[in-house]
Nanobody
Framework: QVQLVESGGGLVQAGGSLTLSCAAS????????MGWFRQAPGKEREFVAA????????YYADSVKGRFTISKDNAKNTGDLQMNSLKPEDTAVYYC???????????????WGQGTQVTVSS
C-alpha cells in the first residue's frame, strides 16, 4: 500500500502561481511513477502531468505544457507540481497518483490521494 496526501491548494488570482505537494508513505515510493490529475466541477478527471520512478522523463498534458513543472524527490518521498501562469480554467480538485504498472496515462494508476482544491479567480 501507498498512502498519498496532497497539500498546497488554495485560491490564487489568474497569472499567479501555486505549488502542490504530494507526501507518500507506505511501500517504497521511489519505485513508483508519480502523476497529477485534476477534476473540474461537472467534468471528468483528466491527466495533468507524470514523471518516472526515478524523477526523470516528465510528461505533460498540452493544456499545461510550459506552465506546470512536475518533480519527484525519492529521498524525501515527496513530489511537487509547480503551477505558474494559472488560468481560471485550471480551477479543479488536483489529485496525486502513484503507479507501478505503467497505467498512469490510462488514468488508472495504482494509488490516489484525496485531492486538494485549486481555485483561480479571474
Amino acid at each position: 500500500q501507498v498512502q498519498l496526501v496532497e497539500s498546497g491548494g488554495g485560491l490564487v488570482q489568474a497569472g499567479g502561481s501555486l505549488t502542490l505537494s504530494c507526501a507518500a508513505s507506505g511501500r517504497t515510493f521511489s519505485c513508483y511513477s508519480m502523476g497529477w490529475f485534476r477534476q473540474a466541477p461537472g467534468k471528468e478527471r483528466e491527466f495533468v502531468a507524470a514523471i518516472s520512478w526515478s524523477g526523470g522523463n516528465p510528461y505533460y498534458a498540452d493544456s499545461v505544457k510550459g506552465r506546470f513543472t512536475i518533480s519527484k524527490d525519492n529521498a524525501k518521498n515527496t513530489g511537487d507540481l509547480q503551477m505558474n501562469s494559472l488560468k481560471p480554467e485550471d480551477t479543479a480538485v488536483y489529485y496525486c497518483a502513484a503507479d507501478l504498472r505503467s497505467r498512469m496515462l490510462r488514468g488508472t494508476p495504482d494509488y490516489w490521494g484525496q485531492g486538494t482544491q485549486v481555485t483561480v479567480s479571474s
